[in-house]
T-cell receptor, first 114, second 108 residues
Framework: DTAVSQTPKYLVTQMGNDKSIKCEQN?????MYWYKQDSKKFLKIMFSYNNKELIINETVPNRFSPKSPDKAHLNLHINSLELGDSAVYFC?????????????FGDGTRLSIL | AQRVTQPEKLLSVFKGAPVELKCNYSYSGSPELFWYVQYSRQRLQLLLRHISRESIKGFTADLNKGETSFHLKKPFAQEEDSAMYYC??????????FGQGTILTVHP
């Protein structure tokens, strides 16, 4: 009964490929997020969706395209993967963007670009 | 713009010693601050939030608006406290701005 689940857990692929990471939450939250944790463990927000609508879009290359088919899912598609995309990507969810309730994180997807 | 600073990348203490992980923030609005913990290769978990004023696993953190700080403290560190600790500031649209993280190692 994992609250926020991401697939796959590990992803190893070659430069130039296109890949997707999926995220699902069963908490009934309205808001979902994608964060990137780089090799130095620095954690930074990439995107946020509230009820399927994009509300946060940080300075992220347009090779990254989030998609939210419904409020329980937020997928991340990455085109033309580059070496610098190697990182751990964390999905998170919260009740709504204005809530003071904490965000719940998934286990992370470790992306390695060869 | 908002900013969170954790000045110590690494912090080592011995079991039973007090520990303090520093966090300073910069934000023009009313701050909402959190501490998250990440054990080895696990997900981030919420440890504390300033509005709760609670103690979790022996840790406490007090928001000091005058010093713009939210330091995390524990009087007696345990080996199982070894982890990465992130201080985070919540701003508009629920966005969390994280500090650089502090790796705490508690030696036996």
């Amino acid at each position: 009964d994992t609250a926020v689940s991401q697939t796959p857990k590990y992803l190893v692929t070659q430069m130039g490929n296109d890949k997707s990471i999926k995220c699902e939450q069963n908490l009934g939250h309205d808001t979902m997020y994608w964060y990137k944790q780089d090799s130095k463990k620095f954690l930074k927000i990439m995107f946020s969706y509230n009820n399927k609508e994009l509300i946060i879009n940080e300075t992220v290359p347009n090779r990254f395209s989030p998609k939210s088919p419904d409020k329980a899912h937020l997928n991340l598609h990455i085109n033309s993967l580059e070496l610098g995309d190697s990182a751990v990507y964390f999905c998170a969810s919260s009740q709504d963007p204005g809530s003071n309730q904490p965000q719940h994180f998934g286990d992370g997807t470790r992306l390695s670009i060869l | 713009a908002q900013r969170v600073t954790q000045p110590e990348k690494l912090l080592s203490v011995f079991k039973g010693a007090p520990v303090e992980l520093k966090c300073n923030y910069s934000y023009s609005g009313s701050p909402e601050l959190f501490w998250y913990v990440q054990y080895s290769r696990q997900r981030l978990q919420l440890l504390l939030r300033h509005i709760s004023r609670e103690s979790i696993k022996g840790f406490t953190a007090d928001l000091n608006k005058g010093e713009t700080s939210f330091h995390l403290k524990k009087p007696f560190a345990q080996e199982e406290d070894s982890a990465m600790y992130y201080c985070a500031l919540r701003t508009s649209y629920g966005k969390l701005t994280f500090g650089q993280g502090t790796i705490l190692t508690v030696h036996p």
